[in-house]
Nanobody, 124 residues
C-alpha cells in the first residue's frame, strides 16, 4: 500500500490549492481515503474522507463548505480542493487509508497507512 501526497505550497488568505494523493496497492472502492492535517503545537485533525464505490464524503466542521474531496477512479488519485484558505489551515497535510471501517480510525484514530505529507502554508 502506498500513498503519495503532493500539491502543497504557499498561498495567501482567501486563495486556493488542490492537493493530490496518488494511491496504489489497494482498491478505492473498498478502502476509504482520508486527509489529516497536523499543525505545529496542535493535535492531529481528520478533515475529510471519501469512501466506497458510492464515493460518500465527510468533512470536519472546520473545513466544511470550503474543502471538497473527490477521486479519479481511473487514475487512483484522491484530490482535496481547498478554497477560501485561512491562516489556521496552515499545516502538513497527509492522505491516509486503512482497511478497517472508518469509525475505528477517522476522525480520531490512527490510520494504518500514511503518505509522506505535504506542507500547506497560508500567509499574507
Amino acid at each position: 500500500v502506498q500513498l503519495q501526497a503532493s500539491g502543497g505550497g504557499l498561498v495567501q488568505p482567501g486563495g486556493s490549492l488542490r492537493l493530490s494523493c496518488a494511491t496504489s496497492g489497494f482498491t478505492l472502492d473498498y478502502w476509504a481515503v482520508c486527509w489529516f492535517r497536523q499543525a505545529p503545537g496542535k493535535e492531529r485533525e481528520g478533515i475529510s474522507c471519501i469512501s466506497g464505490s458510492v464515493r460518500s464524503t465527510d468533512y470536519a466542521d472546520s473545513v466544511k463548505g470550503r474543502f471538497t474531496i473527490s477521486r479519479d477512479g481511473t487514475e487512483n488519485i484522491v484530490y482535496l480542493q481547498m478554497n477560501s484558505l485561512k491562516l489556521e489551515d496552515t499545516a502538513v497535510y497527509y492522505c491516509v487509508t486503512d482497511p478497517r471501517r472508518r469509525p475505528a480510525w477517522w476522525p480520531g484514530g490512527r490510520p494504518a497507512y500514511w503518505g509522506q505529507g505535504t506542507q500547506v502554508t497560508v500567509s499574507s
